[in-house]
């Protein structure tokens, strides 16, 4: 074969300068042979006999041999260290012209002659791009989109794979596609093609990749792909198939009017219908059926319409089975309706319907059963879900009465900080009340375990929302005994740092605290709001121009308060207050202008 394959070389060179026709035919004939036989190999001796340089010449939209010549280049790109010889030899240009013939065969070869030069070859890919090939290949797209013949499938299939290859994991090139305008020539290709699975396989692939671009999703809801793609899922019974549409469906479905357009199109009653089906099964397969299809009712329901459509006043058919899905045996499924509560209860209407319906009972009932050694994403998802029904006033005292604050407490000693944070966020919407206030700031347990929690650093959300939950015991109870819990805890500290926060409600909220601190207990407090330099941090705030107002009034109204302490009092006067009080009395801020006068004055008759 070996000496074959050189004497075809050498003709081949002889015919191709020359251009005989049938000699070269025969010569490309044997050439096809041999890549057929052994690609890689044959591949190298054409790269080394100089022949690739040659071919260039032989694409022309006359010859009879252009499909065959194509055809080898198709073939011997296959071979990653033939692509950029390819490129190189400069046959980039001409097979691009190429795609304009009207020869089906030339079409086909040429598509797959410049698919695989592109596959993962930046040189390819860029070469293509300079010669305009994306343009023709979607305009071609186009105008062959309606024929349904199978050579014509044939050709789509190829010209997609063509773009695909051209485009796969590369930002730019798939941006550039998009404003070229491919989404809505491939939903019509997916439409009316949707029998022919080759070609709809690749249109998926090619979804896949294009979703995932942002300036994607505003085409895609132009188009009706929501309605082609539950079309299509209808009719899949195997699991890969379903696989492929769910990876197209999931990143289209982050878009809300993608989601209300799936909503409506129907796919909630699959997906409902896959859960139905898989959830007893222990078959991999099923089990993965099963996440992807609950995870995405969960997506689903993040859009306001798709969500508020669903809920139906509660009332639904769909909401009602994703209840049954809480008390389920099934880890996924239980996660999967807490989740979907937690999004169901985005407002206040929704909230106070779930709860006057027993939703809170079936979340603490989620939560006892994973306590011990539980599953920390069911914990997350539970104590997310009551967090968001503890939003309304309404809500607070019902979920207190039904026992909330007791179930969440069990938690306390959980690692891990996604639960943490959930835990104390629920705790935080359901202390308004002065009574669950005070009772839980008498807790002892949970005040030391706050204070830790507020030095976690490596956890900026759990560090926050244990300072603010500190705040939140002290300003609803107005309590000495809670305060007192919490200044033997060591929380004044933390107070003192959270009112130099980058957040201003987070200052204000540990400025109100601890002049509740100073007004009840300062005796107590007294050493620890030394030792946390309370004195020089508000001087600090009041000099700050970039302080807010209320940072300025409630500082103000905090070093009246802490005037009643010695050695506090002499910090003041050290620190030469009245200057900088004396200027606030021009403050733009009416509140603000006030508070520096009644200041200013204290602090004068104090002296």
């Given amino acids: 074969m070996a000496d074959n394959l050189s004497?075809?070389?050498?003709?081949?060179?002889?015919?191709?300068?020359?251009?005989?026709?049938?000699?070269?035919?025969?010569?490309?004939?044997?050439?096809?042979?041999?890549?057929?036989?052994?690609?890689?190999?044959?591949?190298?001796?054409?790269?080394?006999?100089?022949?690739?340089?040659?071919?260039?010449?032989?694409?022309?939209?006359?010859?009879?041999?252009?499909?065959?010549?194509?055809?080898?280049?198709?073939?011997?790109?296959?071979?990653?260290?033939?692509?950029?010889?390819?490129?190189?030899?400069?046959?980039?240009?001409?097979?691009?012209?190429?795609?304009?013939?009207?020869?089906?065969?030339?079409?086909?070869?040429?598509?797959?002659?410049?698919?695989?030069?592109?596959?993962?070859?930046?040189?390819?890919?860029?070469?293509?791009?300079?010669?305009?090939?994306?343009?023709?290949?979607?305009d071609r797209l186009r105008s062959l989109c309606s024929i349904t013949d199978p050579a014509n499938e044939k050709l789509l299939t190829v010209f997609c794979g063509m773009l695909m290859n051209y485009s796969n994991e590369n930002d730019s090139l798939q941006a550039q596609l998009i404003n070229m305008g491919v989404i809505p020539t491939l939903v019509k290709l997916l439409g009316i093609h949707c029998q022919n699975a080759a070609l709809t396989e690749m249109c998926l692939v090619a979804f896949g990749n294009l979703a995932e671009l942002e300036s994607s999703k505003e085409q895609f809801a132009s188009t009706n792909i929501a309605e082609e793609l539950v079309k299509l899922f209808k009719k899949q019974i195997e699991h890969d198939k379903r696989e492929m549409i769910f990876e197209v469906l999931a990143p289209l479905a982050e878009n809300d009017a993608i989601k209300l357009q799936l909503v409506e199109a129907g796919l909630v009653e699959c997906l409902l219908e896959i859960v139905q089906q898989k959830v007893d099964s222990d078959k991999e397969d099923d089990i993965a059926e099963l996440k992807t299809g609950s995870d995405l009712m969960v997506l689903l329901l993040l859009g306001d319409e798709s969500m508020q459509k669903l809920f139906e006043g509660g009332k639904g058919s769909v909401f009602q089975r994703v209840l049954s899905w809480i008390p389920s045996n099934n880890h996924q499924l239980q996660l999967a309706g807490a989740l979907a509560i937690a999004n169901f209860a985005r407002n206040d209407g929704n909230c106070i319907h779930m709860v006057d319906n027993g939703i809170v009972e079936k979340l603490m009932g989620l939560l006892d059963r994973h306590v011990e050694d539980g599953n920390v994403t069911v914990q997350h998802a539970a104590l997310s879900a009551l967090r968001n029904l503890a939003i309304p006033v309404i809500n607070k005292a019902k979920m207190l009465s039904a026992g909330v604050t007791e179930a969440v407490l069990k938690f306390l000693k959980s690692e891990m900080p996604p639960v943490q944070f959930k835990l104390l966020g629920t705790l935080r919407m359901l202390i308004d009340a002065q009574e669950a206030a005070e009772q839980l700031g008498k807790n002892v347990t949970l005040v030391e375990r706050l204070v830790e929690w507020c030095e976690a650093k490596d956890h900026a959300g759990v560090m926050g929302e244990s300072n603010r939950l500190l705040s939140a015991l002290i300003r609803h109870s107005k309590s000495k005994d809670v305060i007192k819990t919490i200044v033997q805890s060591g929380g004044v500290q933390h107070l003192v740092t959270m009112a130099t926060s980058e957040h201003v409600i987070m200052q204000n909220e540990a400025l109100v605290a601890l002049a509740l601190i100073a007004a009840l207990e300062l005796g107590t407090a007294e050493k620890d709001l030394e030792s946390a330099k309370l004195v020089q941090i508000l001087h600090r705030l009041l000099v700050d121009e970039r302080s807010a107002p209320e940072i300025k009034y409630n500082s103000m109204v905090l070093i009246c308060a802490v005037m009643g302490s010695e050695s506090l009092h002499k910090e003041v006067q050290d620190l030469a207050f009245l200057d900088v009080i004396s200027k606030l009395r021009r403050h733009e801020n009416k509140s603000v202008a006030q508070q520096a006068s009644l200041t200013e004055q204290r602090l004068t008759v104090e002296s």
């Fill in 7 to 138: 004497d075809t070389l050498k003709k081949l060179k002889i015919t191709a300068a020359d251009k005989t026709e049938d000699s070269l035919e025969g010569c490309l004939d044997c050439l096809l042979q041999a890549l057929a036989q052994n690609n890689t190999e044959t591949s190298e001796k054409l790269q080394g006999s100089g022949i690739l340089q040659l071919f260039a010449s032989l694409l022309t939209p006359q010859s009879p041999c252009t499909a065959k010549v194509a055809n080898i280049i198709a073939e011997v790109a296959k071979n990653e260290f033939m692509r950029v010889p390819c490129v190189d030899a400069g046959l980039i240009s001409p097979l691009v012209q190429l795609l304009n013939s009207k020869d089906q065969e030339v079409l086909l070869q040429t598509g797959r002659a410049l698919g695989n030069i592109c596959y993962d070859s930046h040189e390819g890919r860029s070469a293509v791009d300079q010669a305009g090939g994306a343009q023709i290949v979607i």
